[in-house]
């Protein structure tokens, strides 16, 4: 699997509460499993349209990994028949975050909208 780039799906507060603190929070389901769940660059909308609401202003952060303080494993998710990244570290730090993706509701789930780019630290 490609590690060029990966993706974190958010909400529109824990992407605030991020800029407040300097690290993207942990979901309760990350939590849960003992690891931060992440996309590919082939899976994030998709990700974005099973697990949030159009209430929830989902954003798409881009990811370099090279920058994250952990392991990556890619592993089967038999629900959704794929291999995704998962991240087995504490947290991942706003400094790994290249840019942000804006995610409109869309006819069938979620689109991309406005790229903003990041100054790298």
């Known amino acids: 699997m490609s590690g060029d ?3 974190r799906v958010i909400t529109a507060l824990e ?6 603190t300097g690290w993207i929070p942990r979901s309760e ?3 849960r499993d003992g690891f931060i769940h992440l996309s590919s660059a082939e899976s994030f909308l998709e990700t974005a349209t099973r697990y949030f ?3 929830d202003r989902p954003l798409a952060l881009e990811l370099d990994p090279s920058r994250l303080p952990g392991a990556i494993r890619w592993e089967a998710v038999p629900s959704r028949e794929q291999r995704f990244p998962h ?3 504490s947290s991942l730090p706003l400094s ?6 804006e995610l409109h509701p869309g ?6 909208g406005r790229r903003q780019e990041l ?3």
Do not use: K, M, T
């Not at 006819?107 to 991309?112: L, N, Q, R, S």
């Open 87 to 89: 991240f087995y570290g």
């Open 29 to 31: 389901v990350d939590q």
């Open 53 to 55: 609401s159009p209430a």
């Open 96 to 101: 790994a975050v290249r840019s942000i993706v």
């Open 107 to 112: 006819g069938d789930g979620f689109a991309v």
């Open 5 to 7: 780039c990966l993706y």
């Open 119 to 121: 100054n790298a630290p």
């Open 15 to 20: 992407w605030q509460r991020a800029q407040e």
